[in-house]
């Protein structure tokens, strides 16, 4: 992976806290901290994967990257901008290179709309006019996914799941944009297209010259599409590490119970797993545990994970984990309860 | 959903798929919602036989003139001959014959049939264009309170809950009382029909309004709307070509129950004598007046059938029009 010096997308710090109001003055009686604190960068051409269980913020972090909500707190940095409270009219011109596949391909179409019209809508939107008109850029695109250009002029209503998705992902590659936000890209499908989807997505990397944050609950389509992967816990970042050293060797223990719970089709593999039950419910994000959140189901949890925060730690290289008891770590590079972090 | 995609290489599907090719491979024309709608439409023959019933209506209504003229018998000719001058009957119990084919009215003699076209006139340009300014209003607020919410939405639905708590009939009949014959530069006939069509159209709003309301925050929501949004388009872009081609349905759909309850509203007005003033033939007024003449039922009979008749159609072709656009709402 090229290292560039300046990340294509760069958050900092970002915050976004639903208030809650109350009675008719709508006086504001709490907030809902959906993502609170996060910052990670993504560098050009890599794919950055974020997951974690529902609620946990991570498709608010797709819309608040996107714009599409706005952050109370924090920096987003976008090719060296920064897009944080740019207003919508001055953000217009860079929508065209940061663009977002939704989730549900069933809502993501305009149902009066025809193919044509959903892939031809950027052009429209963003006044961009191509050589040989919009019809045969947009065709073109429908091909480079793998659908029939001559479904044109079809209705979303006359393809499956999978097509639509397709139909979605063109969309996005219209206007040839350099990052793609993947807010839970294939979870709506079948599995037996899921693999589709997740293929397609890498060719046009490859052939595009795509960054991606694909944001997913499965651990296997993060594991199978990332470069990089962020693990999230109730608006946190908890761990982030290259794909090999978080599946491999994951230190933070909410990272290992997730991986323990991905379902291994092969008995004989299987057999030698143990598997980490999480007790309870995911703690409510109005009034999220203090110091670590995770502390109330960990079961390494001790005095000090109540009372001081762990930082997000670069414990081995490329490798962040925010614990205060990470598993295993390198020799030498478990910081002290302090917090003060140890090189490694 | 959380299988392992262990798919190792990628050689997968990024040929055309082959899609479902027309005879002969002619180029592939999708249908649309709208051409869906249409074929199920067809295959409902009660809402048709309504439809067809309410386009002969509207000819009708258009075409009163030459209608009444083949038949020789203006609207408001009196045929004193017809009537017995003692019990102001017609003279044969109701004067229905190849010349006055729903009879003639008592006392004067009016020609019922050409009446009963007459009013027909009346009571669709009244419905029709009532219907046509609710559905303005409603469309439009209800699509801004959805749309932009907040305390915009708070104070339009406030509005409409005023409007639907307002004694409308009490409004209508006092209103029609004060305003004189001859106001805002109108006249006559003139005068009254936009008097009735403000009233009847102007109080009826909140109704679709609520439902466009709902409609909106609903579409608000779908992704497709977001995904808009993230393309970088502006409030009317995503308001008239995302929302609004979803929302002709709703408003094809309650147009057509609403101009029922018009015509039916604008009959009630007219028989409490604050309508279309006599001379000129409404149904409602009709009813009104043969409520004297109760022992000559025919007088009441064609323009109560002719009220009947229509209401039932625009219902049928209503409800129709509804399980065709909509066949979740089976």
Redesign the interface.
Known sequence: MSESPEPLLSLTDVRKHFPITKGLIKRQVGAVKAVDGISFDVRRGETLGLVGESGCGKTTTGRLITRLIEPTDGRIMFEGRDITHMSQGDLRPLRRDMQMIFQDPYSSLNPRHTVGAIVGAPFRIQGVRTEHGTKKAVQEILELVGLNPEHYNRYPHEFSGGQRQRIGIARTLALKPKLIIADEPVSALDVSIQAQVVNLLEDLQNELDLTYVVIAHDLSVVRHISDRVAVMYLGKIVEIADRKDLYESPMHPYTTALLSAVPIPDVRRRAGRERIRLLGDVPSPINPPPACRFHTRCWKAQEVCRTVEPPLAELATGHRVACHFPENAPAGAVQDTSGTEVPA | ???????SG?E????????PVGPAGR???????GQIAWTRLKRDKVALTGAGVVIFLILVAIFAPLIVSGFGHPPNDFNQDLISTETLAPKDGTGISAAHLFGVEPVNGRDIFSRVVYGARISLLIAFLATLLSVAIGTALGVIAGYFGGWVDSLISKTMDVFLAFPLLVFAIALAGIVPDTAFGLSGDTLRVSLLVFIIGFFNWPYIGRIMRGQTLSLRE???V?????????GP?IIFR?ML??L?APILIYATLLIPTNILFEAALSFLGVGVRPPTATWGGMISEAVRFYSIPHFMFFPGMAIFVTVLAFNLFGDGLRDALDPRAR
Not at chain 2, 1 to 7: F, G, H, I, K
Not at chain 2, 27 to 33: C, D, N, Q, T, V
Not at chain 2, 226 to 234: F, H, K, Q, V, Y
Request: aromatic share 4%; no cysteine; proline share 10%.
């Open positions: 959903m959380t299988a392992p995609l262990d798919v990628s997968l599907e990024v040929a055309p798929e082959p899609g180029a592939i024309e999708g249908r649309s919602l779908r992704e497709f977001d995904a808009a949004r993230s393309l970088g388009a502006r872009y995302e081609p979803n002709v």
